[in-house]
């Protein structure tokens, strides 16, 4: 169970405020982006109750996606430590580089030598909730879904999750998160 720390709570605020004001939502549709980062969190929170893991959850997207003039890494150092904010950069990809499978073998270079095994734990929940939602919405608008999807393809995005799994298994992540993601990924 969560202990809804004052902390937690305020990471939950900046990550909510931040996601809304760049005007983000999940892809392709309606839903507040806040879903993913509080969903990624109860996803560790089934391995961990690690503090700084969960407010790394909840945060994990922001230096990715959100202006620093919304909020910055500075400001995320103030507010949560250098921990958190070294969690959530190991689980941050690259914005200099443009193309898409580029930046994605670099994410999971990084993740397989170089991230903390907490930024492992932030980043199996992360893509176990990007893939759960990809389910429902694959159930829900069938291969139109792949539109939403910077490559286009299906395939690509199989070899994607197939990846993180395979690092993830490397870097012995908690055994739930491991299963839990392979289940998805073999869905």
Same mark, same amino acid.
């Given at each position: 169970?969560?202990?809804?720390?004052?902390?937690?709570?305020?990471?939950?605020?900046?990550?909510?405020?931040?996601?809304?004001?760049?005007?983000?939502?999940?892809?392709?549709?309606?839903?507040?982006?806040?879903?993913?980062?509080?969903?990624?969190?109860?996803?560790?929170?089934?391995?961990?109750?690690?503090?700084?893991?969960?407010?790394?959850?909840? #945060?994990?997207?922001?230096?990715?996606?959100?202006?620093?003039?919304?909020?910055?890494?500075?400001?995320?150092?103030?507010?949560?430590?250098?921990?958190?904010?070294?969690?959530?950069?190991?689980?941050?990809?690259?914005?200099?580089?443009?193309?898409?499978?580029?930046?994605?073998?670099?994410?999971?270079?990084? #993740?397989?030598?170089?991230?903390?095994?907490?930024?492992?734990?932030?980043?199996?929940?992360?893509?176990?909730?990007?893939?759960?939602?990809?389910?429902?919405?694959?159930?829900?608008?069938?291969?139109?879904?792949?539109?939403?999807?910077?490559?286009?393809?299906?395939?690509?995005?199989?070899?994607?999750?197939?990846?993180?799994?395979?690092?993830?298994?490397?870097?012995?992540?908690?055994?739930?998160?491991?299963?839990? #993601?392979?289940?998805?990924?073999?869905?």
């Amino acid at each position: 169970m969560i202990d809804l720390t004052v902390r937690l709570d305020n990471a939950l605020r900046i990550a909510a405020r931040a996601h809304e004001k760049s005007g983000e939502h999940r892809k392709g549709g309606d839903i507040p982006y806040i879903i993913h980062p509080v969903g990624t969190m109860i996803i560790a929170s089934e391995v961990t109750n690690n503090e700084d893991i969960l407010v790394a959850c909840l #945060l994990h997207d922001v230096l990715e996606d959100v202006s620093e003039t919304i909020y910055s890494k500075e400001q995320m150092v103030e507010d949560f430590g250098n921990k958190v904010v070294a969690i959530v950069s190991d689980v941050t990809k690259d914005p200099n580089i443009q193309s898409w499978r580029e930046v994605s073998e670099k994410y999971l270079n990084h #993740l397989e030598f170089n991230a903390s095994d907490e930024a492992i734990i932030v980043s199996a929940s992360d893509k176990t909730h990007n893939i759960m939602s990809t389910i429902i919405d694959y159930k829900v608008v069938g291969q139109e879904l792949w539109q939403r999807f910077t490559t286009k393809n299906a395939n690509d995005q199989l070899w994607w999750y197939e990846s993180i799994l395979a690092v993830i298994k490397k870097r012995n992540a908690p055994k739930p998160l491991i299963e839990k #993601l392979e289940s998805n990924v073999n869905e």
